[in-house]
T-cell receptor, first 117, second 113 residues
Framework: ETGVTQSPTHLIKTRGQQVTLRCSSQ?????VSWYQQALGQGPQFIFQ???????GRGNFPPRFSGLQFPNYSSELNVNALELDDSALYLC????????????????FGPGTRLTVL | DQQVKQNSPSLSVQEGRISILNCDYT??????FLWYKKYPAEGPTFLIS?????DKNEDGRFTVFLNKSAKHLSLHIVPSQPGDSAVYFC????????????FGKGTLLTVNP
């Protein structure tokens, strides 16, 4: 059983550029969530995709957008990068079933460290 | 506004002793709570959870206590082991939020041999 993988591991961009981060969900999982973890903070919910549709969004501006593909892998796109976008971006996948198991069996990837200069 | 608070940035305990990590929340709509452990260069790993209909959940060395009236939960690790050294995050979710998690800032636990 393959876990959640993310690419790239690290990325350096300059202000104003655009970036795409990728996430492969765990086998059998059809729901993917993205979180931003700034230095010294806890992860903050960006949005969630279920069966290729966004079905939940946190307090992030529209320049944060995403996609989910038929194989349930996902992309996070950030346009017009700002210095404050520097953070660890975490992807998490789960089965999409209702109940406690859906919480408890949500698995996180190792993250992508984005640095904006 | 921070809806989930972990007021201790760090905690240091001796191997074999009890570690107690605390978490407070402000949103009364939260009805499910989780603890995650995070090592450097890895994603958070689920540790233990508790539903708001319970006040205690135990799994091996780990026990989570929930005090709804005080909006407080704690994670007890007994006995603590050096391998438990990591950042521990408290997270909460509200019914109907599509399993969105709200995290605290984390507590760095160091277990000294």
């Amino acid at each position: 059983e393959t876990g959640v993988t993310q690419s790239p591991t690290h990325l350096i961009k300059t202000r104003g550029q655009q970036v795409t981060l990728r996430c492969s969900s765990q086998s059998g999982h059809n729901t993917v969530s993205w979180y931003q973890q700034a230095l010294g903070q806890g992860p903050q919910f960006i949005f969630q995709y279920y069966r290729e549709e966004e079905n939940g969004r946190g307090n992030f501006p529209p320049r944060f957008s995403g996609l989910q593909f038929p194989n349930y892998s996902s992309e996070l796109n950030v346009n017009a990068l700002e210095l404050d976008d520097s953070a660890l971006y975490l992807c998490a996948s789960r089965s999409g079933l209702a109940g406690e198991s859906s919480y408890n069996e949500q698995f996180f990837g190792p993250g992508t460290r984005l640095t904006v200069l | 506004d921070q809806q989930v608070k972990q007021n201790s940035p760090s905690l240091s305990v001796q191997e074999g002793r009890i570690s107690i990590l605390n978490c407070d929340y402000t949103n009364s709509m939260f009805d499910y709570f989780l603890w995650y452990k995070k090592y450097p260069a890895e994603g958070p790993t689920f540790l233990i959870s508790i539903s708001s209909i319970k006040d205690k959940n135990e799994d091996g060395r780990f026990t989570v206590f929930l005090n709804k009236s005080a909006k407080h939960l704690s994670l007890h690790i007994v006995p603590s082991q050096p391998g438990d050294s990591a950042v521990y995050f408290c997270a909460a979710s509200a019914w109907g939020s599509n399993y969105k998690l709200t995290f605290g800032k984390g507590t760095l636990l160091t277990v000294n041999p």
